[in-house]
Each structure stands twice: as C-alpha cells, then as structure tokens.
C-alpha cells in the first residue's frame, strides 16, 4: 500500500460537531502521534479510520478504494486498537488468540516472541495484570498483519519494559512497511513519531514542523486553533 487518506470527514452526536472536515493524507510508512485534549474526538476519528463507526460526511480512501462504499476493504487493510479491553476475561490467552485469528491451532508467530505474548499462552486474561492484558490484546489485533495499525493509546497501563517491546514492535512495524496512527499523551512518544496531528475544536491540523522539544508541545496544545 503506498497511500491512505482522509477527505472533509465530519461527526456530529446531536447537536455537538465532533469532527469538521478532517482531511489529510498519508503517503509512506511512518507513525503518526495523533495528540489533543481529553473528549476532543480522538478516538471517534481512530473508529472512523477503522471502520467502526460510520461520518457524516467526507470519504476515506485505502490505496484507491472506497471502504465507505464496500466495507470489506476496512478488513484488509486496518488494524484496530481501541482503549477498552477486547479481550474475554474467562478465556485463557491462547483462546483468545485463536478466537482472533479464527483457527483452533494457534502457530507461533514473531509477534508473539517479539511481545513475550508465548509466556503467557495458558492463563486466564482475568488473571493477568493491565499491562500484560494490554500487550496481549496489541499482538491479537497485530496479528493480522494489515498495513495501517490504528492504536487508541497503545502504553496506557503498560510498564517500562512492555513500553520498550511495543515501541521496538512498532519501530519494525514502520521499517516493514506499516503505517501506525496512535491516540497519545505522552511527550515522548510525540517527540519520537514521524509525524504529529493536533486535533482540536473539530479540526486537525499537522504540527510536525513545529515540534521539536516538550515545550513546543505545551505550547501547541494551549495556544494552537487547528
């Protein structure tokens, strides 16, 4: 895939505009920190992306196809991570995985390795600590391998080690081809991404060139319109 883009997308719930002609458009494999205030629509536009929840307006565009016209493309294309847990607490890790990857035998996959996801194969999800849930749920939805990885705050709850195996994870993701869109509010991981979409009153507005230390992003977040 050598493109990915948003055209004029808009949300409303009720009388409330979430999302006002968002557009822009991806042309390589990169990450991209999509930053802004709590409530502010981020992961309203990443569900939009991803194919869960519907615009009211705008198009989408997959490498010239239309998933808003045949939804299928969604599938091929994108990997979702949403903020809750979509895992089944009473099922065990590898239930869950084959419940993902819809076979009853699980193969082991680099992804797996490379997230320490194989350590955990026989314990139950509700036994497992918000980190190791968080992981585990990253290597189902990464699994399948789609070229544009949609993450709704991937690190929350995670510890120093399981930050550094995701962000090593994602920075090979990148190298391999893929593009990664992931909601953030850590400065670090702003500082790091490729690029930086700041999402406020509706808007977007790309402020790559305008950070370079944790306080231009302080800055942008108070001062900025989109």
Not at 73 to 80: K, N
Request: proline letters at 3%; hydrophobic letters at 35%; a negative charge.
């Amino acid at each position: 895939m050598n493109m990915f883009g948003l055209s004029g997308i808009s949300k409303k719930y009720k009388h409330h505009t979430v999302l006002s002609d968002i557009s822009f458009t991806v042309e390589k494999p990169c990450r991209i920190a999509l930053i802004g205030d709590n409530g502010v629509g981020k992961t309203t536009l990443l569900s939009i992306i991803a194919g869960i929840t519907k615009p009211d307006g705008g198009a989408i565009d997959y490498n010239g196809e239309d998933p808003l016209k045949n939804r299928s493309v969604f599938g091929r294309y994108v990997a979702y991570l949403p903020q809750e847990n979509p895992l089944i607490g009473e099922l065990s890790v590898k239930d869950n995985l084959r419940m993902w990857q819809g076979h009853h035998k699980i193969e082991m996959t680099q992804i797996m390795k490379e997230l320490e996801v194989d350590k955990l194969f026989d314990k139950r999800v509700d036994m497992l600590s918000g980190g190791q849930r968080r992981i585990v749920a990253i290597c189902c939805i990464m699994n399948q391998d789609q070229p544009v990885l949609l993450l709704d705050e991937p690190t929350s709850s995670l510890d120093i080690s399981y930050r550094s195996l995701l962000y090593d994870f994602i920075d090979k993701c990148v190298k391999d081809g893929h593009i990664v869109i992931m909601s953030t509010h850590d400065e670090q991981e702003i500082l790091e991404s490729d690029r930086c979409l700041l999402l406020k009153n509706g808007r977007i507005k790309d402020i790559t060139d305008h950070i370079k230390d944790v306080s231009d992003i302080r800055y942008m977040f108070k001062h900025d319109n989109a």
